[in-house]
């Protein structure tokens, strides 16, 4: 991958070889394009999966994951880019998740954008994220996310607190 904006989805590898969540936890299907300080992955409401309600839906709030899926992905092909693995990195959050409806229906395709507002030498991060289907925007948040240099001593300091 260049470091200039690529539409084409076959110029990406498959979404598991970018980030690490696996079975029932990956929630992106691909990457549809990438550049230096964005992405947009794509994914779809599947009406068999965990998280769908009775009419298959998934609730809003989990948009939220898709949009940390789509922060790691970015972060994972600007690593691959430069031949460097991706480090693991967490959602801190955000302020306000603002959705324009209570769930994605099912079936429904969702284009999941990324553009990185804030990157820290030190591993902070912030991300201007939306989810639209179509032309609709259906949720929308600036989410923080840090990528500790040594993320093992990070989890055990964390886990004692």
């Known amino acids: ?40 992955a794509l994914a779809n409401v599947r009406a068999d999966a965990w998280y769908a309600d009775e009419q298959g839906a998934m609730p809003a709030w989990i948009g939220i994951e898709l949009m940390a899926q789509a ?13 460097k ?7 801190l959050g ?3 998740y603002e959705t324009a409806q209570d769930a994605f229906a099912s079936g429904a395709p969702l284009h999941v954008t990324v553009n990185e507002l804030l ?5 902070h991060g912030a991300y201007g994220c939306a989810i ?9 948040a600036t989410v923080k996310v840090y990528q500790p240099r040594d993320f093992q001593t990070f989890i055990e300091e964390n886990s004692r607190s």
């Open 132 to 140: 639209n289907q179509d032309d609709k925007l259906l949720a929308q």
């Open 71 to 83: 922060i790691a992905a970015h972060v994972g092909l600007l690593s691959m880019r430069d031949g």
């Open 85 to 91: 693995p991706a480090r693991p990195g967490v959602l």
């Open 94 to 96: 955000t302020r306000r």
């Open 1 to 40: 991958m260049n470091s200039s904006l690529s539409t084409a989805t076959h110029a990406f590898p498959p979404i598991e070889a970018i980030i690490p969540h696996r079975g029932t936890m990956l929630l992106l299907d691909s990457v549809a394009a990438c550049g230096d300080q964005s992405l947009t």
């Open 119 to 123: 990157r820290s030498e030190e591993g």
